[in-house]
């Protein structure tokens, strides 16, 4: 069955630092994969997805992503972290049934 | 205008009670989805439905039941509440399953807390 892997449960950086979020799957098949972003409160919003072809994607935000398929990774980045960024990330990737499987989730903290 | 809308959006309820929870989808997806997201964050799918096809995680108990009066909304209902149940439970939609490449939309979630 697939899996995803989110290593990090909570990270804290500095405005304007720079920022990676560590996402490993476990799936048999090329996946569909994605990071979604919950701002406290809220539902969850589509950051950016990996389908096919360039295995380095542009999402919303500034946020980029790299499908690395030797190692089983697909980690979320961002170049200068904005304090509205604060907020639990979520990567998924599409399995058994057409369904998203989510990680554990990461908290984003930005300090000023 | 919200493209995924949950009500209602805080539940609080006795155990042993039956709830439903509503959603409605204005995108004109035809497939719709229930996750549940416990204390600790982790979201797990529960239904997803389309007109055709209702895919059921086998580890939701049976007293969970997804109702579909049509193809924009899907309720779920819950029988006999258990304290367990206190989750906040999303919906989402997508145009066909996700598994083809479609982005999920999710509502804003309801939570729900069992006394």
């Known amino acids: 069955a697939q899996s995803v892997t989110q290593p990090d449960i909570h990270i804290t950086v500095s405005e304007g630092a720079s920022l990676e979020l560590r996402c490993n799957y476990s799936?048999?098949?090329?996946?569909?994969l994605f990071w979604y972003v919950q701002s406290p409160g809220q539902g969850l919003q589509l950051l950016l997805k990996?389908?096919?072809?360039?295995?380095l994607v542009q999402g919303i935000k500034g946020f980029e992503a790299e499908f690395k398929r030797s190692q089983s990774s697909f980690n979320l980045r961002k170049p200068s972290v904005h304090w509205s960024d604060a907020a639990e990330y979520f990567c998924?990737?599409?399995?058994?049934?057409?369904?998203?499987?989510f990680g554990g989730g990461t908290r984003l903290m930005v300090k000023p | 205008d919200t493209a995924v809308s949950q009500t209602p959006k805080y539940l609080v309820t006795q155990m042993g009670n039956d709830k439903s929870i509503k959603c409605e989808q204005n995108?004109?997806?035809?497939?719709m989805y229930w996750y549940k997201q416990d204390s600790k964050k982790f979201l797990k799918i529960m239904f997803s439905?389309?007109?055709?096809?209702?895919?059921i995680n086998e580890t939701v108990p049976n007293r969970f039941s997804p109702k579909s009066p049509d193809k924009a909304h899907l309720n779920l209902h819950i029988n006999s509440l258990e304290l367990g149940d206190s989750a906040v439970y999303f919906c989402?939609?997508?145009?066909?399953?996700?598994?083809?490449?479609?982005?999920?939309?999710f509502g804003q979630g309801t939570r729900l807390t069992v006394v």
């Open positions: 799936y048999g098949a090329t996946p569909y």
């Open positions: 995108l004109g997806h035809d497939t």
């Open positions: 989402a939609s997508s145009q066909g399953h996700t598994g083809r490449g479609t982005e999920a939309f």
């Open positions: 439905y389309n007109n055709k096809e209702l895919i």
């Open positions: 990996y389908f096919s072809g360039d295995t």
């Open positions: 998924a990737v599409v399995g058994a049934g057409n369904m998203l499987t």
